[in-house]
């Protein structure tokens, strides 16, 4: 399997970590909202189709990838940033380039 | 009925072996059973034989998208044990042991289950002392384990590399005696064979389309050989859980789907009577009645619901049966093939009824359901029959990720992958 990194271009799979299902989205922080927190860590949608999930370009340049793949064919049909899909670990606690 | 002794084998011996009967019948689906179990795996197969045998519920049909054994029960390493740390989890697979050790006999079948034992390998103090504590808890549930040094290991078996030299040194294991292993094919036979007796019907190549519903209660399926309806509509898909419940309208489960692979060596004089594993990585190996050395290792580790696999944990596996073995660099691997596991958040199984009315859920068995085969359906047809889960299942709820009540029997987490 071949996944095209935007810096990189086309490598193997096993320059990649795979980091997961990206259809999740974390609760705020501060939230206290325990059934969204349940959600967020145990709840999965495992589509046999189209799956989107982020990978890390680990064995590379590490950025972290929005990649949308086949579950049951493995065809990617399209890579990005995860920082465009608006991917952080915590969006509550975003820096600017300019702050970091 | 066609009981198979040493007089039926001479008798048909004697006529060419032209009088064998199939071992279970082709019937067409029935519009309505009792109890329909969609999946024809080891799981449903045995949940259907125990509905008949210890609830007398034979009104029931078996659906199996493709033929009898063409999903993961046809396609593991055949390994048996119940060598785990928490007790949840060692009274459901030591239940399953004790089943095992008088199936051939219940079924009147040869599952050629064979207590050979299963032995995992510790690399470092840390390893050992764990190994020594999980130990204590297995005997402590009633089960058997037992550690041994490296120079039983050695004496055990002789093509392994236990010199100090190895890349990683052995400093001694954890044997379950009793564990072992058996012919995954005769388990699905045996039990369609014995449903099937009992009147359960098998319907083959009938794959489950829809759910049928009356409000929220589900009723029936539609299939790809027509509608069928049921008072009670049982789940038991293993890796197509995700798919299947979709289709019933639960579009998120505690489930991610992944692909193990798995590999067979062309065939070798005996070499190796027991399954070991490899602690310094994910690796286990066992050697059948045939020769051939059957190995498997990790997951590929991403979502997949494709019955193959990718290159690297071919290399890798082959790398660490190298590590322990290397009189074995010259041997060729003769097949290797990949089934869709059912990973479930804290690496234990979901046994249940729900979630909707009128179904019932068994799935989670990430890559050790084959040992569980006898148990998961027995409990299974109890929790069908009974409407209310069997003490032994009662901990395996769907819901017990949201109330915290996880049995994470590695200390894992919510990372499914790494079961």
Not at chain 2, 263 to 288: A, I, N, R
Request: charged residues 20%.
């Amino acid at each position: 399997m071949l996944i095209t990194c935007p810096y990189c271009g086309p490598r193997d799979v096993s320059e990649y970590s795979y980091q997961g299902d990206g259809n999740r989205t974390r609760p705020d922080p501060a939230s206290t909202d325990q059934e969204a927190w349940n959600a967020y860590v145990y709840d999965r949608l495992n589509p046999r189709g189209e799956h989107h999930e982020i990978w890390q370009h680990s064995g590379g340049c590490r950025a972290h990838l929005k990649v949308t793949r086949n579950t049951l064919t493995h065809v990617i049909s399209s890579v990005g940033f995860a920082r465009d899909a608006g991917h952080r670990k915590s969006d509550g606690h975003r820096k600017t380039g300019a702050e970091a | 009925m066609a009981e198979y002794s040493v007089f039926s084998l001479l008798r048909n011996a004697f006529s060419g072996n032209r009088d064998w009967k199939p071992a279970w019948r082709k019937p067409d689906p029935k519009p309505s059973y009792d109890v329909i179990v969609i999946g024809g795996g080891g799981h449903g197969l045995s949940t259907a034989y125990y509905l008949a045998k210890e609830h007398g519920i034979t009104n029931v049909a078996v659906l199996e998208k493709g033929y009898l054994g063409s999903g993961n029960v046809g396609r593991n390493t055949t390994a048996v044990r119940s060598n785990y740390l928490l007790p949840e989890n060692i009274h459901l697979y030591e239940h399953s042991m004790k089943m095992w050790e008088n199936l051939s006999h219940d079924l009147n079948y040869n599952v050629m289950f064979s207590q050979r034992g299963v032995l995992n390998l510790a690399h470092t103090p840390a390893q050992l002392d764990d190994y020594a504590r999980r130990g204590n808890a297995i005997i402590h549930s009633g089960a058997d384990s037992v550690l041994m040094t490296p120079a039983e290991i050695e004496w055990l078996m002789p093509g392994i590399d236990a010199s100090g030299s190895a890349r990683f040194p052995i400093i001694g294991g954890l044997m379950q005696w009793r564990a072992g292993t058996a012919r995954h094919d005769a388990v699905a036979w045996g039990y369609a064979r014995g449903a099937d007796r009992r009147g359960v019907d098998i319907l083959e190549n009938c794959e489950v389309t829809g759910f049928i519903k009356d409000g929220d209660r589900v009723v029936g399926v539609t299939t790809t050989r027509g509608e069928i309806r049921a008072n009670k509509v049982a789940v038991a898909v293993a890796g197509s859980t995700g798919h299947v419940m979709n289709m019933a309208g639960i579009d998120k489960l505690p489930i991610e789907s992944h692909v193990l692979q798995a590999f067979v060596s062309e065939s070798l004089k005996p070499f190796l009577d027991t399954v070991v594993t490899f602690g310094m990585g994910h690796f286990y190996v066992g050697q059948s009645d045939k020769g051939g050395l059957i190995y498997g290792g990790d997951l590929d580790g991403y979502n997949s619901y494709a019955q193959r696999g990718n290159l690297p944990i071919v290399e890798e596996v082959n790398s660490e049966m190298l590590a322990l073995f290397p009189s074995l660099a010259r041997v060729r691997v003769l097949r290797s093939w990949g089934g869709v596991c059912d990973m479930s958040m804290d690496g234990s199984p979901i046994i249940t009824t729900g979630p909707l009315p009128g179904m019932y859920l068994n799935c989670g068995w990430c890559y050790g359901g084959f040992k569980a085969t006898p148990a998961s359906g027995w409990c299974f047809a109890y929790t069908i029959a009974k409407d209310e889960p069997h003490p032994i299942n009662a901990p395996f709820t769907l819901d017990r990720f949201h109330r915290g009540a996880i049995i994470d029997d590695k200390g894992q987490g919510s990372t499914p992958r790494l079961h």
